[in-house]
Each structure stands twice: as C-alpha cells, then as structure tokens.
T-cell receptor
Framework: AAGVIQSPRHLIKEKRETATLKCYPIPRHDTVYWYQQGPGQDPQFLISFYEKMQSDKGSIPDRFSAQQFSDYHSELNMSSLELGDSALYFC????????????FGSGTQLSVL | DAKTTQPPSMDCAEGRAANLPCNHSTISGNEYVYWYRQIHSQGPQYIIHGLKNNETNEMASLIITEDRKSSTLILPHATLRDTAVYYCIASSLTSGTYKYIFGTGTRLKVLA
C-alpha cells in the first residue's frame, strides 16, 4: 500500500540558509500535519492543512512557512536556519473519515551546521 | 485538548501482556483517545483509538474507564519488536482537523 513520502530523507544546511521539505500524502488523503522532533524529544506539532487551507498552527517559528498544493502535497519552507532547527521533521496525512488516524512518513533528518 | 499523563517507562517480559496506563482526567465528551507508538526514530505508528467503548484490533486492546478519565493500552503478548515509546493522545475535531499533541509517552522495554 502507498505510504506518505517525504523528501529528502537527509538534508545538511549551514546556518542562515534556507531549506524546503516536501511531503506527498497517501492518495485520497486531504489532510497533512507537520511535526518537529529534536534529539531525545517528543514530536512537536507545527502546522496542519485541510483541503489546501491551513487549519491549525502549533509551535511553528515565524521563520517557517508551509502550504498545501492543489495535488495535496505539502512543503515546509524554513529560512534563516539556526542550529536548534536540527531535528527530524515528520509529515503525516489522514483521510476525512470522521475519526482520523494519522499515517506518518519516515521523516526528513535536517542537520544545520 | 485534554492533557494526558503516562508513566515515563515500563518493562515487560517477552510473551507477557503489557498494560500501559494513561490518565486523561480533563478529557471532554467529544475527544477520542488515540494511541501511537514510535520505534527508534521512525515515524509514529497508529495503534488504536476509542471514544467510550473498549476497542480491540489486531495490534492491541484499549480499555477506557466508564468516566473516561483514564485508559489502558494492552499488548496481549509483547515481543521484542514492541519495544518503543507509546503515546496516548486525546484529540477532537478543531477547525476541520483533529489536533494531535504528543506528550512525553511511556518508553516500553520488552525483555527477553
């Protein structure tokens, strides 16, 4: 069965650079969530989208922005990267069935040097 | 969304049942209880969820108390591959989507 695809799997950036993470949800899933997980930390909710509109926002820094496109894939744009942004970034998708379960991708490991 | 409280860690012998408790004393009537687990640094994996009734699937059973203030996830025959961090989340529909806030979870270690 198709799963959530995230790219790239690994990304290395320098401080103050920008990064773009991509997420391709499971077909027919119209809701996307982004999470950040620092080393030894629990996943922190960043932002979610439903039907291409932002539906909820968590602890997402102002330097980050995200959107969901017409094909339902989503991108997380991160600017002015800081060392503390080094983390695993997970994307999850869910269908609108009334009792949503999240299906997570394998994550993007971002390292800021 | 209701805050959940879980013990930080638990051990379980392989082949025995693992019972993972979760306290969600402030849960509201429309909040579901979801359980996810995360094995090492993989993406969290859905296990089971429920609203009021006990639930069972191929992975686990979920027992929710009548007052809904706590629940227990039961892995009936734990294996070494069940070693993971288990998260209990109370979630309801907000602005078109469910909000899933991960707490600190329970680190389950299954011992051979």
């Amino acid at each position: 069965a198709a799963g959530v695809i995230q790219s790239p799997r690994h990304l290395i950036k320098e401080k103050r650079e920008t990064a773009t993470l991509k997420c391709y949800p499971i077909p027919r899933h119209d809701t996307v969530y982004w999470y950040q997980q620092g080393p030894g930390q629990d996943p922190q909710f960043l932002i979610s989208f439903y039907e291409k509109m932002q539906s909820d926002k968590g602890s997402i820094p102002d330097r980050f922005s995200a959107q969901q496109f017409s094909d339902y894939h989503s991108e997380l744009n991160m600017s002015s990267l800081e060392l503390g942004d080094s983390a695993l970034y997970f994307c999850a998708s869910s269908p609108r069935t009334g009792d949503e379960k999240l299906f997570f991708g394998s994550g993007t490991q971002l390292s800021v040097l | 969304d209701a805050k959940t409280t879980q013990p930080p860690s638990m051990d379980c012998a392989e082949g025995r049942a693992a019972n993972l408790p979760c306290n969600h004393s402030t849960i509201s009537g429309n909040e579901y209880v979801y359980w996810y687990r995360q094995i090492h640094s993989q993406g969290p994996q859905y296990i089971i969820h429920g609203l009021k009734n006990n639930e069972t699937n191929e992975m686990a059973s979920l027992i929710i108390t009548e007052d809904r203030k706590s629940s227990t996830l039961i892995l009936p025959h734990a294996t070494l591959r069940d070693t993971a961090v288990y998260y209990c989340i109370a979630s309801s529909l907000t602005s078109g989507t469910y909000k899933y806030i991960f707490g600190t979870g329970t680190r389950l270690k299954v011992l051979a």
